[in-house]
């Protein structure tokens, strides 16, 4: 048996993680659980702009998976960048089996805004199954309300569905088959 697993990346709400559990797993037809441990971001701060690598991350990630890892999620309330990019709200490897998600500019707070705990949890969510749809090889969807059109900012996020469009899914589910498939070998 396979598992999405989760990993804390630094401090972060407990309850976030346990909350995306029951969505991911309805999504991706996988079971969803938390590894014990949690990787400290402190190797890929940048003092220069008081943020945290995500490339560096997401390799570091790799060494976290685990034999029985189908795909891993590290979640972060760290604020990741790219060199070429202000933020990131998350970064993919493309067809392989990390992803790494950030709640940092989720926040209400982040805008100067009073929290929002449900606000928070469906951008979580929403990002959470668009870079995971990126590691099954999905790219960018034209339907705006779909988990896996681009963001540039909130605003973007806030206009999907926490869900993958029919198009979306149905490449979800042939990925299936094929894992299926590597699973038997
Ligand atoms: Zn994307
Ligand atoms: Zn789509």
């Not at 449900?118 to 995971?132: D, F, T």
């Amino acid at each position: 048996m396979r598992f999405l697993h989760l990993l804390p990346v630094g401090k972060i709400e407990a309850r976030l993680l346990e909350g995306l559990r029951p969505h991911l797993t309805t999504a991706f037809g996988m079971p969803c659980r938390l590894l014990p441990n949690a990787l400290d971001p402190a190797f890929a701060f940048q003092p220069g702009r008081q943020q945290y690598h995500s490339t560096e991350i997401l390799d570091r990630l790799r060494t976290c998976v685990v034999p029985d890892t189908w795909r891993l999620l590290g979640v972060t309330a760290a604020d990741v960048c790219i060199p070429i990019l202000t933020f990131v709200f998350g970064e993919a490897q493309r067809n392989g089996a990390c992803a790494l998600v950030s709640t940092h500019r989720l926040r209400q707070e982040f805008y100067g805004l009073p929290p929002d705990s449900g606000l928070l949890e469906g951008r979580l969510l929403k990002e959470a199954l668009h870079e995971l749809g990126h590691t099954l090889d999905l790219r960018h969807c034209e339907d705006y309300t779909c988990a896996m059109a681009a963001a540039h900012s909130v605003e973007w996020i806030d206009l999907r569905a926490p869900r993958f469009c029919e198009h979306c899914r149905a490449r979800i589910a042939t990925k299936s088959l094929e894992r299926e498939w590597v699973s038997a070998r």
